[in-house]
Nanobody
């Protein structure tokens, strides 16, 4: 059974930074794409970033490309999302996911429970 556990969320002022982490267990981590998605109240879950199994291909939503960085440590089965220059509109629950695709939620088979990120103005 695959388990994904996010951590690192919290309350931060606009312009600040947070680093989210996701710890994975249950199968060969390096074989799968890892993604970050977010969901704000009343909105659909949206793609944030993804990284290929080997870590050599990175994908970002256009609005976050210059501020967020995804990385993974296959030796420790972890994936991280460094978020800089945070804005109030980044407030959402952030989810880690493991799957075979990149951009679509349906392409991911396993999801974490989410971690809340709140950015105050």
């Amino acid at each position: 059974q695959v388990q994904l556990v996010e951590s690192g969320g919290g309350l931060v002022q606009a312009g600040g930074s947070l680093r989210l982490s996701c710890a994975a267990s249950g199968r060969i981590f390096s074989s799968y794409t890892m993604g970050w998605f977010r969901q704000a109240p009343g909105k659909e879950r949206e793609f944030v970033a993804a990284i290929s199994g080997s870590g050599d291909r990175l994908y970002y939503a256009d609005s976050m490309k210059s501020r967020f960085t995804i990385s993974r440590g296959n030796a420790k089965n972890t994936v991280h999302l460094q978020m800089n220059s945070l804005k109030p509109e980044d407030t959402a629950v952030y989810y880690c996911a493991e799957g075979d695709g990149v951009f679509g939620t349906a392409q991911y088979n396993y999801w974490g429970q989410g971690t809340q990120v709140t950015v105050s103005s």
